[in-house]
């Protein structure tokens, strides 16, 4: 089976700018989760999605949003981008039980300047 | 609430030697404990899980790691370490029921010398 792919997989934007990330799970997963990782705040939850609809969000102000697809893709939006917004974005799916293994993909790296 | 604590930031250790990264976890129920490993510029790579089954619990490339609940631990061992295991390694306990998330470690970073 293929793994869980990001899209792309590194990205360059300016502050005030919006960005679409994409994310496919692996074949049958329906659960798909974004994490923010960065130096200082290490990896943080933002949102799970499962069926097309949110059943849980992090701590992240409303800028940062996602949605799923019937086909289990994923895509999140941050908009109006600030410097902070500088990370790895990681994605994960799984088959969309509580405590199951969660499979992640490369990540995309997005740089604001 | 859940939480994980990684003791240690960093660890060095020669090639073929053990290796310990400790974690201590804190859950108001009986957790799931992930540890997971990254290499650079890669994405999360899971090495074993504990989900309240034995609490010896083998994973990939020769880790494993024993849940301790009398200490709420969940160290990672290796008897020998590889260069290829140089990387960060990260401790993670499940969410609450229905929450479906993961709650990370700041993370371990290993270092191996030759």
């Known amino acids: 089976k293929a793994g869980v792919t990001q899209t792309p997989r590194y990205l360059i934007k300016t502050r005030g700018q919006q960005v679409t990330l994409s994310c496919s799970p692996i074949?049958?997963?329906?659960?798909v989760s974004w994490y923010q990782q960065t130096p200082g705040q290490g990896l943080q939850f933002l949102f799970e999605?499962?069926?097309?609809?949110?059943?849980n969000k992090g701590n992240f102000p409303g800028r940062f949003s996602g949605r799923q697809f019937s086909n289990s893709r994923s895509e999140m939006n941050v908009s109006t981008l600030e410097l902070g917004d500088s990370a790895l974005y990681l994605c994960a799916s799984s088959p969309g039980q509580p405590v199951e293994t969660q499979y992640f993909g490369p990540g995309t790296r997005l740089l604001v300047l | 609430a859940q939480s994980v604590t990684q003791l240690d930031s960093h660890v060095s250790v020669s090639e073929g030697t053990p290796v310990l990264l400790r974690c201590n976890y804190s859950?108001?129920?009986?957790?799931?404990l992930f540890w997971y490993v990254q290499h650079p510029n890669k994405g999360l790579q899971l090495l074993l899980k504990?989900?309240?089954?034995?609490?010896l619990v083998k994973g990939i490339n020769g880790f494993e790691a024993e849940f301790k609940k009398s200490e709420t631990s969940f160290h990672l061992t290796k008897p020998s370490a590889h260069m290829s295991d140089a990387a960060e390694y990260f401790c993670v306990v499940s969410g609450p029921s229905g929450t479906y998330k993961y709650i990370f470690g700041t993370g371990t970073r290993l270092k191996v010398l030759a």
């Open positions: 074949s049958g997963h329906r659960s």
């Open positions: 999605y499962f069926s097309e609809t949110q059943r």
């Open positions: 859950s108001s129920y009986s957790p799931s």
């Open positions: 504990y989900t309240s089954a034995a609490t």
